[in-house]
């Protein structure tokens, strides 16, 4: 994909490649959803797969944080479990639940069933994508996936899981198994951000949310391996490439370590504790989503803590440390949003 020269000067690419920005980039993760009444209504009546599969819809929410709030990029609106539903994985997303897995995959047989993906299985993230780049101009569009780990326990545990049991319970009881599904989700992975990157996406984000649950150890020889390969291909498409997990401060280098250009850091780790250890990368975060709860004042304060601890990274990117919580005020974030941009970097 060629990027436009507009484009590849914008604030959050700069930054994400470890370059000197005009003003520190800002986006949010989840900043197209549940606390936008615009997303409500045009989500009204329609389920969460079947929004993330038509290409209109697509376009629209991707484009209704931007407008309002003017951030640094846009970040593709559709779902981690979405690639294997678009290859006939029997799943649904319910309301309150989260992904719920109607067979689980417990052997080599129940891997070989999940086809590969295709660029054919996903015709509407091409349009979509393609559409959003039109709207966008020089604003980057950051595509997305789910990392191998946070997607197999999922396929494994039939849907959400807080202690992950029979995840690992694969993982050190049938490796073989575990390594031929990490391998199936991993080559999803590579196959679903290239359909993202040849439409016109300049970045991805690896979502790996249930990697801290894992021992450093345990991470680096069953996760890490299959994540570098995502990471690897996705490197081919000459994007820059961030990495997020959630309680993953044990992690931090090692997640970097797996080929990110950019570290995602959730609110639980200070940026001046995560920035050695992800060496000569970008940093991205990490206001805790909670704080935009507190009076603006408060808010803006620590956000203002975070950009110059951010200062001692190669490059950083302002986000949350997680999620936009959807009952956040959206007022919030726009205030937030000028607050960041227009925060002196010298």
């Not at 990110?260 to 609110?267: F, S």
Request: glycine share 10%; with cysteine; aromatic share 6%.
């Amino acid at each position: 994909m060629t990027v436009s020269a507009d484009l590849r000067d914008s604030a959050f690419l700069r930054a994400a490649r470890g370059e000197t920005p005009d003003h520190t980039p800002v986006w949010f993760m989840r900043q197209a959803g549940r606390s936008l009444p615009e997303y409500l209504k045009v989500r009204e009546g329609i389920g969460m797969l079947e929004s993330c599969m038509n290409a209109e819809l697509i376009t629209e929410i991707t484009l209704q944080p931007v407008r309002r709030y003017g951030v640094d990029a846009a970040i593709f609106f559709s779902d981690i479990v979405l690639p294997l539903k678009a290859v006939g994985v029997d799943l649904d997303i319910k309301p309150g639940v989260g992904p719920v897995v109607a067979k689980p995959v417990e052997t080599l047989a129940d891997v070989a069933e999940i086809p590969e993906l295709t660029a054919e299985h996903v015709p509407f993230i091409t349009e979509a994508v393609r559409s959003l780049v039109a709207e966008l101009g020089a604003t980057p569009l950051i595509g997305f996936a789910g990392a191998p780990f946070t997607v197999a326990s999922y396929l494994v545990e039939g849907g959400p899981s807080k202690d992950h049991a029979k995840t690992k319970a694969m993982m050190f009881g049938a490796p073989d198994v575990w390594d031929a599904l990490m391998r199936k989700i991993g080559g999803i992975a590579a196959a679903y951000l290239k359909v993202q990157v040849d439409a016109g996406a300049s970045a991805v984000q690896l979502f790996d949310s249930w990697a801290g649950a894992l021992t450093p150890a345990d991470y680096e020889t069953h996760v890490m391996p299959h994540s570098t390969r995502v990471l690897a291909a996705a490197g081919e498409l000459d994007v820059p490439r961030i990495h997020f997990g959630v309680g993953t401060t044990n992690l931090l280098g090692l997640m970097g370590e797996a080929g990110a250009d950019v570290v995602g850091v959730d609110w639980r780790t200070p940026l001046d504790v995560a920035i050695p250890q992800v060496g000569e990368r970008s940093v991205q975060g990490n206001l805790d989503p909670t704080l935009v709860f507190a009076p603006t004042e408060v808010m803006l304060e620590r956000a203002g803590e975070i950009i110059e601890a951010g200062r001692a990274a190669k490059g950083h990117i302002f986000n949350l440390g997680h999620g936009v919580i959807p009952s956040t005020n959206p007022d919030q974030l726009k205030r937030l949003t000028e607050f960041v941009q227009g925060h002196p970097l010298a």
